[in-house]
């Protein structure tokens, strides 16, 4: 079976960074188009960057120059890089990855930007 965990997450003061990483077993993440995606409360769930399987790479405006994207295929893993955070930042970050036609999806790892 095709699993996804996220880590990383955790609390950091605004300006500081954090390192997210999503390992998945079950499939390779060299083969499939990946993305983080990350959900506030009370706010519908955001693409934050997405990687195709060529490695073409695409970023939300609010993040674009502060946030990287990480494809380490003998590692198997999915890493994001988050520099200069910000309180607005604060979510429940997701791993996807979408392989013939299905969605899958990590449990999350929270991400809370606060001084």
């Known amino acids: 079976q095709v699993q996804l965990a996220e880590s990383g997450g955790g609390l950091v003061q605004p300006g500081g960074s954090l390192r997210l990483s999503c390992a998945a077993s079950g499939i390779s993440v060299g083969f499939a188009a990946m993305g983080w995606y990350r959900q506030a409360p009370g706010k519908q769930r955001e693409l934050v960057v997405s990687v195709t399987s060529g490695g073409s790479t695409s970023y939300a405006d609010s993040v674009k120059g502060r946030f990287t994207i990480y494809r380490d295929n003998a590692k198997n893993t999915l890493d994001l890089q988050m520099n200069s955070l910000k309180p607005e930042d604060t979510a429940v970050y997701y791993c996807?990855?979408?392989?013939?036609?299905?969605?899958?999806w990590g449990q999350g790892t929270q991400v809370t930007v606060s001084s």
């Open positions: 996807s990855l979408k392989r013939r036609g299905a969605n899958y």
